[in-house]
Nanobody, 115 residues
Framework: QVQLVESGGGLVQAGGSLRLSCAAS????????MGWYRQAPGKERELVAA???????KYTDSVKGRFTISRSGGKNTVYLQMNSLKPEDTAVYYC?????????WGQGTQVTVSS
């Protein structure tokens, strides 16, 4: 069992920055990849960025060069640094991991970017 708790969302003007955090607890030794997803109203949930235990990262094209995913030295906290935010980044952001083919999700944190 793994619990994921996100924090750091909020309201920001276009061009601003936010940093999201996700702390994992429970069977964290089983965690390899951690990721951030987002879901905007009326849209499907999409992968934003992911990072493996070894530090390999991937990003969806729309955030490349603006967002940076990182992981704490203890590997149980993942961050998403979001710069140059755009109104289209507005969504609920969810932390995610998968262990033994079971997915775990955080409760989500709202990010709203005003134009």
């Amino acid at each position: 069992q793994v619990q994921l708790v996100e924090s750091g969302g909020g309201l920001v003007q276009a061009g601003g920055s936010l940093r999201l955090s996700c702390a994992a607890s429970g069977s964290i030794f089983s965690i390899n990849t951690m990721g951030w997803y987002r879901q905007a109203p009326g849209k499907e949930r999409e992968l934003v960025a992911a990072i493996t235990r070894s530090g390999e990262t991937k990003y969806t094209d729309s955030v490349k060069g603006r967002f940076t995913i990182s992981r704490s030295g203890g590997k149980n906290t993942v961050y998403l640094q979001m710069n140059s935010l755009k109104p289209e980044d507005t969504a609920v952001y969810y932390c995610n991991t998968e262990i033994a083919n079971r997915e775990y999700w955080g409760q989500g944190t709202q990010v709203t970017v005003s134009s």
